[in-house]
């Protein structure tokens, strides 16, 4: 069972695989396995800022209300 990473671990992952697809030695290989870990990571961090964003404006509704 994989635990949830925050959006900041998430960012991070993505730069090293950035890092590692930039470089000379990058394998064809090794770029569908980090080509996927990517895209995972990508959908992450996107549902969590959809999220956030959602919260934030039932805050700011909130308030315009009271």
């Not at 069972?1 to 960012?11: D, G, H, K, L, P």
């Not at 470089?23 to 990571?41: G, K």
């Not at 959908?43 to 959809?50: A, G, N, R, T, Y």
């Amino acid at each position: 069972m994989q635990t949830e990473i925050s959006y900041n671990q998430a960012v991070a992952e993505l730069e090293g695989i950035l890092a590692r697809i930039q470089r000379d030695d990058c394998d064809i290989d090794s770029l569908s396995a980090y080509t996927a870990r990517a895209l995972e990571l990508l959908k992450l961090c996107k549902e969590k800022l959809f999220k956030t964003d959602a919260e934030v404006k039932k805050c700011l509704e909130a308030l315009k209300e009271s």
